[in-house]
Structures are given as structure tokens and as C-alpha cells.
């Protein structure tokens, strides 16, 4: 087992309406049959890093595979540890949050069957993994909620 500490998961809101709403992916029954016992669950954008990469391009980039332009991005000031159990890796994962100008259709792929802009209770109410409702928890207090983040936490 190793433990891998280049995993990202990214945040994505917007602030359209009167309360930020945050983009969810759901996994196709494909992909939960392959790697998850055939269970599904609902996820967010995220990656991994390699030796050298600049936070702010590898995000947009993972952003635009959705058709996403970030007007901003920040750290979230938290990190979860967790097995993973399809990787078989012990992993320390580090919460960003990138906002958009608007909701926009995410196109569907063999890894996400469905997609939607949630609140934050929303949210809360379908993520089945702690460490993403403590992500969001951070990104709510840190980032999306407060009038402005601050300017330290800010990559792009």
C-alpha cells in the first residue's frame, strides 16, 4: 500500500442565485460495477497531480473537459485522508474551489451518468464520503460563502 498525497478534489460553484449551488457528478453503473462493487455515489471534479505541474493549468484544463472556465480558483484550507479502495492506496486529499459564472450542462461520459447544480444542503444530503462533506463544509467557510475570499487563498 502506498500513501499518495498528489490527489486534488476541485469544488466547483457558482453564485448565480442567492446561494452558492456546487456541481455534482454521480457515477455511471459502468464505472461503480467495475471498480466500486456496483455501488454508486455521487463525486466531483478532481485529479491527480504530477511532478511540476502548476495547480492553475491543470485545473482549467480539467474544468474545460466539462466546458467550464473558472473566473477563479482557491485553495480550501482542507485536506482528507482516506483508503481508497479501488487504487489501494492510503490518500491525502487536498480541497480546491473554483467558481463559474453560471451553471452549465456537463456532458456525460462512461464515468458520470448524471450531473446537477446543488445547494449546499443539497449536497450534504447525497455525498456518502466524509471527506467530501468536510470539503464542502471548508469551502463554504473559506471560499464560496463569505462575501470575498481571502487573497492568500486565491491560485487564479
Known amino acids: 500500500m502506498k500513501l499518495r498525497t498528489n490527489v486534488v478534489d476541485l469544488w466547483v460553484f457558482h453564485k448565480e442565485v442567492s446561494e452558492p449551488k456546487y456541481l455534482l457528478l454521480r457515477t455511471s453503473q459502468e464505472k461503480a460495477d467495475k471498480w466500486f462493487h456496483g455501488a454508486r455515489f455521487w463525486q466531483i471534479p478532481g485529479g ?3 511532478e511540476g505541474d502548476e495547480l492553475p493549468e491543470v485545473m482549467t484544463r480539467w474544468l474545460a473537459e466539462y466546458h467550464i472556465e473558472p473566473i477563479g480558483i482557491w485553495a ?3 485536506v482528507s485522508c482516506y483508503y481508497n479502495i479501488r487504487r489501494k492506496n492510503l490518500e491525502m486529499t487536498a480541497a480546491f474551489a ?6 452549465v450542462e456537463i456532458p456525460l461520459s462512461w464515468h458520470h451518468s448524471e450531473s446537477g447544480w446543488f445547494t449546499a444542503k443539497e449536497c450534504q ?3 456518502t464520503f466524509r471527506g ?3 470539503g464542502l463544509d471548508s469551502v463554504r467557510a473559506f471560499v464560496s460563502e463569505p462575501e470575498e475570499p481571502h487573497g492568500a487563498l486565491r491560485i487564479l
Open 48 to 50: 491527480f497531480l504530477q
Open 76 to 78: 480550501a484550507e482542507h
Open 98 to 103: 473554483a467558481q463559474v459564472r453560471n451553471p
Open 125 to 127: 444530503q447525497r455525498l
Open 132 to 134: 467530501l462533506r468536510e
